[in-house]
């Protein structure tokens, strides 16, 4: 955390907002839960009689990502851990960085940039990457279950890339969107299942953590 940064923490702190809900990034606040954090528009306008050229950024949607995010890594991350995101300005990196920025608050775990050993590595496979590879697995006979890497963490598994693409478009920020590498029948597969079935990627999701707490 640089300076510019503590000195936001500071202010906010002292004007009565809960800094764990929300994250700092390139001189803008997000606000990750309205609630919880207690940022009103009234000690908005308090915080820029002090910090006038820092954004504060409410977004529905990106509360909404938060808090799945928050039920999917509370068992995967420890109070001071260090994890590395790959800063390739792609939009999951992007909002994994800002997502994560609170635990340096919450956990005190600190966010690097270079990958070394002892560190974790927050991937950035979403729900639509965990529920197309199962397909693949099933359309090839192979046993469906998780390979999670123990050195690896998982924030962005239940959040659809369509909610990254919409929250990151509605910003001002710069990034550089990859080509999402998916076989062609398995996406077919799910976009029909998608037609027939609410939320099919999240079924098809906990019926693999089911099988997998099951050992079947």
Same mark, same amino acid.
């Given at each position: 955390?640089?300076?510019?940064?503590?000195?936001?923490?500071? +202010?906010?702190?002292?004007?009565?907002? &809960?800094?764990?809900?929300?994250?700092?990034?390139?001189?803008?606040?997000?606000?990750?839960?309205?609630?919880?954090?207690?940022?009103?528009?009234?000690?908005?306008?308090?915080?820029?009689?002090?910090?006038?050229?820092?954004?504060?950024?409410?977004?529905?949607?990106?509360?909404?990502?938060? *808090?799945?995010?928050?039920?999917?890594?509370?068992?995967?991350?420890?109070?001071?851990?260090?994890?590395?995101?790959?800063?390739?300005?792609?939009?999951?990196?992007?909002?994994?960085?800002?997502?994560?920025?609170?635990?340096?608050?919450?956990?005190? %775990?600190?966010? *690097?940039?270079?990958?070394?050993?002892?560190? =974790?590595?927050?991937?950035?496979?979403?729900?639509?990457?965990?529920?197309?590879?199962?397909?693949?697995?099933?359309?090839?006979?192979?046993?469906?279950?998780?390979?999670? &890497?123990?050195?690896?963490?998982?924030?962005?598994?239940?959040?659809?890339? +369509?909610?990254?693409?919409?929250?990151?478009?509605?910003?001002?920020? &710069?990034?550089?969107?990859?080509?999402?590498? +998916? =076989?062609?029948?398995?996406?077919? %597969?799910?976009?029909?299942?998608?037609?027939?079935?609410?939320?099919? +990627?999240?079924?098809?999701?906990?019926?693999?953590?089911?099988?997998?707490?099951?050992?079947?």
């Amino acid at each position: 955390m640089n300076d510019k940064e503590r000195k936001i923490i500071k +202010q906010l702190n002292k004007i009565g907002v &809960d800094t764990r809900y929300i994250s700092i990034y390139m001189d803008t606040i997000y606000i990750n839960n309205l609630k919880f954090s207690k940022f009103s528009r009234k000690k908005e306008e308090e915080f820029h009689t002090y910090c006038p050229d820092i954004k504060v950024v409410r977004s529905k949607l990106l509360q909404k990502i938060c *808090i799945k995010v928050s039920r999917t890594i509370k068992n995967q991350i420890k109070p001071r851990d260090t994890i590395y995101i790959e800063d390739d300005r792609t939009p999951e990196n992007i909002l994994l960085y800002i997502l994560l920025e609170a635990y340096r608050r919450k956990y005190g %775990i600190t966010i *690097i940039r270079t990958n070394t050993t002892d560190t =974790k590595t927050a991937s950035t496979k979403c729900i639509n990457d965990f529920a197309t590879e199962y397909i693949d697995l099933m359309t090839t006979a192979s046993k469906i279950h998780n390979d999670f &890497d123990e050195d690896m963490i998982y924030p962005l598994m239940h959040i659809d890339y +369509q909610w990254i693409k919409e929250w990151i478009d509605s910003t001002s920020i &710069d990034y550089i969107e990859k080509r999402r590498k +998916q =076989k062609q029948t398995s996406h077919q %597969i799910i976009e029909f299942l998608e037609t027939k079935i609410p939320n099919v +990627q999240e079924s098809i999701i906990k019926s693999v953590e089911y099988i997998d707490e099951k050992h079947i």
